[in-house]
């Protein structure tokens, strides 16, 4: 361990280029038992490009069509607050990056800052000799160097995630079951339960949103035959690259409150335990009322808590702030990606 509890930098020094080492690496990806392996592409040179590795390591996909592709995505710091959420949500301890000999010194800044970020354990393969280059880029990280082929496998098999940072957010594992086969056909929104009312007392702040009994229900509420197993939906929503809209449209499928209420939910209206959430009627919150949330949308859930965390946003603002831009354009979008009916602003 270092002076900031993080596990030294890790570098395997692949110096005859031979297919074994990076053979290992694949092999080592097992996200369930919190271990990444991404093989980034040099060819690609947009700024956020490493970012969008990561986030399709982790299962994530970005939105493809529409003209405004990419707003959050191609931007470096959105990009990276995605991926560092999401490592965050999904428990990732281990993160093995091959090719690192080809990467920039930016990108390199880039994968050091976020395992400073997210307390993770960092290990980087370098498929040349060890020269000048590998040592500059070392230079402002503790490290150690491995050079065989036995003593890298077992740096690789490495599970031991650093519990530094925010690591303390959302901290039960949490393994999701195999979704039965998606047909890819459109998933409308059920009918919503009715939900719990929370009255308001005159000139009395609303509230955030107690605890209930926990509710192990793993499917939305049916709407006769147009009901859609609830494992499915979850797997869709987990491809949401952005955890914002993630939690959004997770919120919408269980509650059915449109993007303008959902514009008004703040983070304390979400539970700590990530069981209930609350829905304000406006912004009078006259009758706000309190829906419990399933199993199945728990991780789905903290994602946007997590994100506001790293944020630094007080826990009574909007949770999804800038949600209503151009009457929800890139939550809409993102819906359009998994084939999800958004309800259109009454």
Known sequence: MTADGLPAVTV???????PAWTAAAHTAHDPDLGRLTIDPSPANGAPAALAHDLLYALGKRLPQDGETY????????????AVATWILTHHTGHLIVCRTDRLTHARFRQLLALRERCGIRLTLLWHRPAGPALRTLLEEAPHHIIETLPQARIALDRTDPSLTGTRN???????????RQDDGQWISPQTAPAGMVIDRPARAQCQGAPELASTTSDAPSARGRDHTPADILAARLTTVAHPLHATALTIHAVTGADISRLALIRGIDIDETATTVKIH???????????????WTRRL????SIHGQLKDRAPDSPLFPLI???????????????????????
């Open 324 to 346: 209503i831009v151009q009457d929800g354009e890139q939550l809409r979008l993102t819906a359009t990606g998994i084939r999800y009916n958004l309800k259109p602003t009454p």
């Open 70 to 81: 990419g707003t959050w995505a191609d931007s470096q710091h959105p990009a990276w607050d």
């Open 281 to 295: 009627d406006s912004t009078a919150h006259r009758r706000c009322r309190l829906y419990p949330l399933p199993t």
């Open 169 to 179: 957010v959302g901290q039960q594992r949490h393994i999701e079951p195999t979704p």
């Open 12 to 18: 395997l020094i692949d110096k005859d280029d031979h």
């Open 301 to 304: 859930v903290r994602a946007a």
